[in-house]
């Protein structure tokens, strides 16, 4: 009754937009990566450097672009270990096309995006009409990717790239790095599909309940097909900003991707069984694995710990999210619950 | 065929390998009535109901729904039809909030630049609006359905049955797993829909929840039609001497 009363109305839906936005899942690794990050900033005067906080961005921005595509998939109820064999391969091919074919960088791009949307069709037919399982089905077509890299660059590669090329991943947007900038919109555009539109509703129903999904009528082999695509044409993006970061067209390029993009979406709060992701969430995944490993450098602890900080980091998400589910709890771990 | 009956199924026989499980089956489901259906294990009244929902295509027997044969060689035939059956492992979102659930399969949507989007807004009033009309207790459809109790899940899953236009609701066991204050409300919210105009079959073991609120009872016994009685003039006693016994005069 004082003057802090204030609209309730108001209040109470900007709490429930709030709500909404950080779904209990999110809150719990947005409060870990706030946590780090003010520890981070208190304790290191290099980590607090503008130019610092730039750069973990920017080393974050590929690996987040990618994982929104696995958080797509893995909500579906399903895994894309493809992903870096199709970056690696798009982005090569992209350079072969410059290279050899004598096209626009530009159209280049457009070719190398084309290829992973293609490898992602490919997958998504496997997985939807021939109902081969999606773990070691991907697994597969990554080797044939991979391969097929290899066998049409004969593993050489192609030094000194035209800043057509490079722009995407060394480019600037006012003072803003482009590839950071492409992230927020990748981003973007992701929460938006699968929040908003029927297709991401589908790609939830599918994740959440299979059965279910297919009692209704809807057509499950098309929204598969269209989930793997876009993880493919995700992963081409990836890797065509990753070949603007390095420079060169390295055969090799995009190896060593999928763990922290895996990372990035499990950390995110992804749950494994499908159903349940946010972008959001996969992008503070991503931010906690860039700190963890900006940490390292900036308080010169050894830097090949981050293998070890990563792994462990995976593990501690999988058994939150076991503890959240019900699958876990102290008497099991105890070994009381006999 | 009679107009009165919402249902009405013929000589339904059904046999799974040398499993005679239904012989020729009568059943009568007036309009607006709750008609309990019970019986032992595998006396057969969820395969009665699924050559109902057409899941189950019967070997012999006719099915007329409202007056019409009814060829219903899946669910998708049976829900034209008007009618829904509710499982007792049910076909809900747990991951999804209620309205979501109870707009599955027919979502309102908008199409901006060739995307479908969902009109969340629109299907957030509607389920809200009938939930308040079934009388159903669930606080916001933004709720999600996993932090929800057995019932309400139950009640989710007649909201969308309702919101497709159901006029005949299946229920198989709806209350064998909840406890008895959430059973009650169902139950309750049940002879609601039934006062609405609603017609219902309820499969249940608990004899006593067809006595409370059902209008007649019909008992299976080894896949045959043993009686049907009316609610008002029978005894706990009189339902279970048919489950156990069968027919008093034990013709065919």
């Keep these: ?338 | 065929m009679s107009i009165e009956h919402a249902v009405e199924m013929r000589g339904i026989s059904k046999r799974f390998g040398t499993v005679q499980a239904l012989n020729g089956v009568d059943l009568e489901l007036r309009r607006g009535e709750l008609l309990g259906l019970v019986g032992d294990n595998a006396a057969g009244k969820s395969t009665l109901m699924k050559t109902l929902y057409g899941s189950v295509i019967p070997d012999a027997g006719e099915i007329f729904v409202e007056g019409q044969k009814a060829a219903l060689r899946n669910p998708r035939d049976a829900q034209a039809l008007g009618l829904a059956m509710i499982y007792q492992d049910l076909a809900v979102f747990n991951n999804l909030d209620v309205a979501a659930n109870v707009f599955t399969g027919r979502e309102y949507t908008r199409r901006v630049l060739g995307i479908t989007f969902l009109d969340k807004k629109r299907m957030y009033n509607e389920s809200e609006a009938l939930l308040s009309r079934l009388r159903i207790n669930i606080s916001s459809p933004k709720l999600l359905v996993e932090r929800m109790s057995g019932g309400q899940r139950q009640m989710v899953a007649v909201a969308r049955a309702i919101g497709f236009d159901a006029t005949i609701l299946i229920m198989d066991e709806p209350t064998a797993a909840l406890g008895v204050k959430e059973a009650n409300t169902l139950l309750d919210l049940m002879s609601e829909l039934r006062d609405q105009g609603i017609s219902i079959i309820l499969i249940t073991h608990r004899i006593s929840d067809v006595l409370s609120i059902g209008d007649r009872v019909m008992v299976l016994k080894g896949g045959e039609r043993q009686g049907v009685l009316n609610v008002e003039d029978s005894t706990l006693e009189d339902v279970e001497y048919l489950i156990v016994r069968g027919r008093p005069d034990g013709s065919g």
């Design chain 1, 1 to 338: 009754m004082t003057a802090n009363q204030t609209p309730p109305t108001r209040v109470e839906s900007a709490r429930a937009r709030v709500r909404e936005l950080m779904a209990p899942r999110e809150s719990g690794v947005f409060l870990a990566l706030v946590i780090f990050f003010v520890v981070m900033y208190t304790v290191s005067p290099i980590f607090r450097r503008p130019f610092n906080l730039i750069t973990i961005l920017r080393q974050i921005s590929v690996t987040s672009i990618v994982a929104m595509g696995q958080t797509l998939v893995i909500v579906s109820g399903a895994f894309d270990l493809s992903q870096g064999s199709i970056a690696g391969l798009a982005a090569m091919v992209t350079a072969k096309l410059w290279k050899n074919a004598g096209l626009d960088p530009p159209i280049a791009i457009i070719g190398g995006l084309g290829v992973g949307v293609l490898c992602g069709f490919l997958n998504g037919v496997l997985a939807a009409r021939f109902r081969l399982h999606p773990i070691v089905m991907t697994l597969a077509t990554g080797a044939v990717f991979l391969g097929v890299n290899f066998y049409i660059t004969r593993g050489e590669s192609i030094i000194g790239l035209p800043d057509g090329l490079t722009w995407l991943g060394r480019g600037l947007i006012g003072p803003v790095p482009a590839l950071i900038v492409l992230m927020f919109i990748v981003a973007f555009l992701m929460h938006v599909l699968l929040t908003r539109t029927l297709f991401g509703l589908r790609v939830r129903m599918i994740g959440g309940n299979l059965k279910a999904s297919q009692d209704v009528g809807m057509n499950v082999e098309r929204i598969r097909v269209g989930i793997f695509t876009l993880s493919g044409f995700l992963s081409a993006l990836g890797g065509i900003v990753l070949l603007g970061r390095v420079g060169n067209a390295l055969p090799q390029i995009g190896q060593g991707l999928l763990f922290p993009v895996v990372t990035a979406a499990i950390v995110g709060g992804t749950l494994l069984t499908g159903g349940v992701g946010s972008m959001a969430g996969t992008l503070i995944g991503a931010a906690i694995m860039g700190i963890a490993r900006n940490s390292l450098v900036v308080l010169q602890l050894n830097i090949y710990l981050q293998d070890i900080v990563q792994g462990m980091l995976v593990v501690v998400a999988l058994l939150i999210d076991q503890f959240r589910r019900g699958e876990l709890n102290w008497r099991i771990i105890l070994g009381r619950d006999r």
